[in-house]
């Protein structure tokens, strides 16, 4: 039961109104925590894309998201690649090991494939640190943040505020258009029912690798930004919560869900900064209520309630008996 | 070859360190087809409840013995309120819900007792034992032997008492057991507890050696599951066996490759676990599972 065509392209439209003025109303300090949202959406995107609608579940996509910051960290740092083409190669990098790290997944399901995943992501940071050489060790690499081009008159936390954004809605128009055709329909078919899928003439191997691939190249793209955003990289960042992180942030927002990858980016962004308040350890304290009070109550997360009570209010509007 | 053998042996103290994680892992995975991915943070936090035994004065194998008690009905409580109610939901809910309970109890545990490492004692004597020229850790020793006790222990307990062979013929088929009488849901629940028990056991061997912290367990968990997979999820034996492997393999390539030394130690239990999903994802001992679709 989901809105009306028309009625989500005019919601997504007052949003982005929305999102046009704060660059200009906003203390930079909110901006950033602002252009940070846009970046979690992106990588909830893509985990979503591949945990939500395929159904492979990835305990480690803060690897790829490492990869993303770490690639535009090296290219900027040691070759002096312009910023803009490192996100671009920041994405191709992490479509690219997804697609491979996502050929060994085909052999692996549920369980096994979350393993696999959550061992990627505790070995992350002792890898970076490994390469110091590139890497800075665990020291990292600090970046200058970019400035706005062509003469703009604007911060540099509004330009990256505005870049951000422009990709975010980028990658969303484009999730949504490949969701929503034959190909999306494959996706979720291989989710639902991977043998019927396949007797069907889905090709379950390359749709799992390729989504694999899609899902890392977002998140990586979102590694990179970040890296951009706080103009600096180091290893423990990276470590095993951030993962968890993103898959709070999906099952809050809501799984097989593009508009739930906004609202578990404002929670992971927010909520933890009120709960610091309370102590150190509360943020993670009630991610994992949050985890488990949702799996139960609300396992289509904040955008699948919304959904749901939509579709009631405009039951009772039409006056018909709700079906089932 | 002294220090090969001497790399050996401390390499099997650890790895029966991990072997015994893998071991709770294992049976939790036999008896629910679930990979409690909390059970490493579990046994931390069992591991700080009997430091606050210690530190209010309790004689150490007391505390021990009271320590697993209550990782007992601890371990049986989670699986009562929190997995129960997910048992026959999708995977990757019963997976979120584990990662929940890591997550909380790892904080919590930061709340408690805050992140600042502290030493836990060993019960073993801090003198070295010499044979030849090889000098064994007493601790090493016997926590190698802990795990030992640990594991035979749980053999008889699965291979000659009734309640063991309900466990059992529960984990096997569920149904034909519900017919016969088994409580099924109760032995799931029991076996959660043992597996908080064992979890336990292998907390308070390991935290003499790395320190107690509330991400102590984070490393070892995934060597834990790195055993697990080797020796085969559904093979008890063969995910301790499993542990003593990589625990050696662990302290070899420490030892002797160089470009791997202690630094990428994480990176060689991924690659291991990499490596037995892609050649022989039943695990040494292990057998395949089949589904019918």
């Known amino acids: ?324 | 070859v002294d220090t090969l053998i001497q790399q050996i042996v401390s390499g099997l103290a650890t790895g029966g360190i991990y072997g015994s994680l893998a071991l709770a892992l294992v049976m939790i995975y036999q008896a629910t087809d679930v990979v409690n991915y909390a059970q490493g943070e579990m046994a931390m936090f069992s591991t700080y409840l009997a430091w606050t035994l210690l530190n209010a004065g309790l004689p150490y194998w007391l505390a021990f013995v009271a320590t697993l008690v209550i990782a007992f009905v601890g371990g049986l409580l989670l699986e009562r309120v929190l997995i129960r109610p997910v048992e026959s939901a999708p995977v990757l809910t019963i997976v979120i819900v584990c990662i929940g309970l890591l997550v909380i109890l790892n904080s919590v545990a930061g709340w408690i007792y805050s992140y600042i490492q502290k030493p836990f004692p060993s019960p073993f004597p801090s003198k070295p034992i010499r044979v030849g020229n090889i000098y064994f850790g007493a601790h090493d020793l016997g926590a190698l032997g802990v795990t030992l006790l640990v594991l035979v222990g749980l053999y008889v307990f699965f291979r000659f008492t009734t309640l063991g062979l309900a466990m059992r013929a529960a984990a096997q088929n569920p149904v034909s057991s519900r017919l016969c009488g088994i409580r099924v849901g109760w032995m799931l629940a029991i076996g959660w507890g043992l597996a908080a028990l064992v979890g336990a056991v292998a907390g308070m061997m390991v935290a003499p050696i790395v320190f107690l912290d509330p991400n102590m367990m984070a490393g070892i968990l995934i060597y834990a599951f790195a055993s697990a997979t080797l020796g085969g999820f559904t093979s008890p034996g063969g995910a301790v066996l499993g542990g003593l492997i990589v625990g050696v393999i662990e302290n070899l390539v420490g030892t002797y490759v160089k470009f791997i030394g202690t630094e990428l130690k994480l990176t060689v239990a991924l690659v291991l676990i990499l490596v037995v999903l892609l050649v022989r994802p039943s695990g040494l001992f292990g057998r395949p599972v089949v589904r019918r679709v």
């Not at chain 1, 060790?137 to 954004?165: C, F, H, M």
């Not at chain 1, 991977?194 to 989504?211: E, R, W």
């Not at chain 1, 749901?308 to 509007?317: P, T, V």
Request: proline share 4%; hydrophobic share 55%; aromatic share 12%.
């Open chain 1, 1 to 324: 039961m989901s809105l009306p065509r028309r009625w989500t392209v005019a919601l997504a439209a007052a949003a982005l109104v929305v999102a046009l003025v704060l660059p200009f109303t906003l203390s930079n300090f909110r901006l950033f925590q602002f252009t940070q949202v846009y970046i979690y959406a992106m990588a909830l995107l893509g985990l979503n894309i591949l945990t939500g609608y395929n159904g492979q579940i990835s305990l480690g996509h803060g690897a790829f998201y490492a990869v993303g910051a770490y690639t535009t960290a090296i290219m900027i740092d040691q070759w002096g690649v312009p910023y803009g083409w490192t996100i671009v190669a920041a994405g191709l990098l992490c479509l690219v090991a997804g697609f491979l790290f996502g050929i060994p997944a085909l052999r692996l399901e549920g369980l096994y494939l979350a393993l696999a995943t959550f061992a990627l992501a505790l070995a992350v940071p002792q890898i970076l640190k490994y390469f110091e050489h590139w890497t800075g060790g665990s020291q990292g690499i600090v970046l200058a943040k970019p400035g706005a081009p062509w003469g703009l008159e604007l911060s540099p936390d509004q330009w990256l505020y505005l870049l951000t954004l422009g990709v975010l809605v980028a990658l969303f128009g484009l999730a949504a258009n490949l969701l929503r055709g034959r190909t999306g329909r494959a996706i979720v078919a291989i989710r639902d029912n991977p043998v019927a899928a396949q007797a069907m003439g889905v090709n379950t191997a390359l749709y799992k690798s390729l989504t694999f691939g899609v899902s890392a190249a977002y998140t990586g793209v979102a590694g990179a930004l970040s890296a951009l955003a706080i103009a600096f990289v180091a290893p423990d960042a990276f470590n095993v919560f951030l993962s968890i992180t993103l898959l709070v942030g999906i099952v809050i927002g809501g799984l097989a869900s593009i508009s739930g990858a906004v609202f578990g980016a404002l929670f992971i962004q927010f909520v933890p900064n009120w709960a610091q308040d309370i102590s150190k350890a509360a943020p993670w304290a009630i991610y994992g209520v949050f985890l488990i009070v949702f799996m139960y109550a609300m396992p289509h997360g904040i955008a699948g309630s919304l959904r749901l009570a939509a579709g009631r209010w405009r039951r009772r509007r039409a006056g018909t008996t709700p079906a089932g």
